[in-house]
């Protein structure tokens, strides 16, 4: 931090909060726009502040707050944001998600990305940003050696965005978080990522979420399990909507097995079977790092489900978040699973509803859910018990685990 500390001592050749404000109104005439309040207001803080923040600052213009709703920012604001600021002003978090910031706007940023010294977390879900704005950004990453932490979620970057981004992890050796889930990847993009991931150790967590894929043969699943067999630095790995069957659960739970870092593997929303599920529960008894598995909305049924208490309730001491919501499972599994629940005692959030939650499984999450010690707490599953004339319901609650 000694450069970080030379900075919060303000010489007198370095811009005071006054001449940012002022060269930020200066940007913004230049591209026709007004001032923003917000972060007019966000200068003022910092200004009033007796002691710098040796954390740096974080800037949160997220379009779907109510200060922005009705004026987010386009690629006018960005460019005046970005061509002003010094390359050496604290912001270490910029959040733009949810604004109208197209391919112009992400090629200021990526500008400002080359030469800017502490931003390390950048967030643009849901933008507009196309092909030609990832370039600008990859670009910036190539040069920049601060940010850990990329969000482009929802940006229709497409295969060649994809291909563009993986071979950028080749060079960028600080980037550890990186979300391109909703971005149209193609079977040929995912491929170039996991080939990538192969001897990359820096990245930690992935979303690769929802895909455009057009073949149901599995080859991108067999890939990234491939890869996560000598992956020694992911930690974290979504891969919801995938198309996952059977064979493709089969894989990954085969290759994790000689897996030792990755902790949190979200397959939700895929079409995972019990014979998929039951593969997965021989993973289990391996123990494995494994620490939170996300299964919902797949189709495991009560044959899955009891492969999986079986593990949980013989074998497996870390895995401590389970999602199995939504996947045809009867009283029968979900007993087994509560059965199993009582045996284990690191598994400590459970997500169960829209299952068929009849009297008898009702009845078996009530038992744990109450009492002095209740095994499982109320905020740590998606549903809590109510009785009606005598008889045992579960209602569904608010309650959720996410990535940490």
């Not at 969000?151 to 979300?179: E, F, H, P, V, Y």
């Not at 999986?308 to 895995?319: F, P, R």
């Not at 009582?342 to 008898?360: A, E, F, P, Q, S």
Request: net charge negative; hydrophobic share 35%.
């Amino acid at each position: 931090y000694n450069e970080y500390k030379s900075y919060l001592r303000m010489s007198e050749d370095e811009k005071s909060i006054e001449q940012l404000i002022d060269a930020y109104k200066n940007g913004c005439s230049k591209v026709n726009k007004h001032p923003l309040q917000k972060i007019l207001h966000f200068f003022n803080t910092i200004e009033k502040e007796t002691e710098p923040s040796i954390d740096g600052y974080s800037l949160d213009l997220n379009g779907n707050q109510p200060q922005l709703k009705f004026s987010r920012l386009d690629d006018k604001d960005i460019i005046a944001l970005s061509a002003e600021l010094p390359e050496d002003f604290l912001i270490t978090d910029l959040d733009l998600s949810y604004n109208n910031i197209q391919d112009t706007g992400a090629l200021a940023l990526g500008k400002a990305l080359q030469t800017n010294k502490y931003l390390e977390s950048l967030s643009l879900i849901m933008c507009d940003i196309g092909f030609k704005g990832v370039e600008a950004i990859c670009t910036g990453l190539q040069m920049n050696d601060t940010i850990r932490k990329l969000n482009l979620k929802g940006n229709k970057i497409g295969r060649d965005g994809g291909i563009l981004l993986s071979a950028t992890l080749q060079i960028n050796n600080t980037l550890s978080d990186l979300n391109v889930a909703d971005t149209d990847q193609t079977n040929e993009s995912l491929i170039a990522l996991t080939t990538v991931l192969l001897d990359n150790v820096v990245i930690k967590k992935l979303d690769a979420s929802n895909p455009l894929l057009k073949s149901q043969q599995e080859e991108t699943t067999c890939h990234f399990a491939q890869m996560l067999k000598t992956n020694y630095s992911l930690t974290e790995l979504h891969l919801c909507k995938h198309g996952i069957k059977d064979f493709g659960a089969a894989q990954l739970a085969e290759c994790l097995t000689e897996n030792k870092t990755l902790m949190y593997l979200n397959l939700n929303c895929n079409s995972i079977a019990e014979d998929g599920a039951k593969a997965i529960g021989k993973l289990l008894k391996l123990n494995t790092p494994l620490k939170q598995l996300a299964l919902a909305s797949n189709r495991i049924g009560n044959n899955g489900i009891v492969a999986l208490s079986e593990a949980i309730a013989t074998s497996n001491c870390n895995l401590t978040s389970l999602w199995v919501n939504n996947n045809h499972v009867t009283e029968t599994g979900l007993c087994a699973l509560a059965s199993a629940l009582r045996t284990n005692i690191t598994l400590t959030n459970v997500y169960i509803w829209g299952n068929d939650l009849r009297n008898t499984a009702c009845n078996a999450f009530q038992l744990l859910m109450e009492g002095n010690k209740p095994r499982i707490l109320g905020h740590n599953t998606d549903v809590t018990p109510y009785v009606v004339d005598g008889v045992t319901y579960l209602a569904e609650t608010g309650h959720y685990l996410f990535s940490h």
